[in-house]
């Protein structure tokens, strides 16, 4: 979804008449809360065998 819509937000930011700035303040927070959520939620694998952690 992201690949998707990225430009289409990027693009409509951009145009918007707000600069570069923000685009990529825009483009830091949405990867600042990818990670803050993958550090929430994921399982940690490390050291682990791979038929331990697949289904």
């Known amino acids: ?3 998707v819509l990225g430009p ?3 693009g409509a930011v951009y145009a918007g008449g707000t600069g570069l700035t923000r685009v ?3 483009l830091g927070v949405v990867a600042l ?3 803050l959520v ?3 939620f ?3 694998t490390a050291g682990r065998r791979l038929e331990e ?3």
């Open 8 to 10: 289409l937000v990027v």
């Open 42 to 44: 994921c399982e940690e």
């Open 1 to 3: 979804m992201g690949v």
């Open 33 to 35: 809360l990818g990670a």
């Open 24 to 26: 990529f303040a825009m």
């Open 38 to 40: 993958a550090a929430a």
């Open 53 to 55: 952690v697949s289904p």
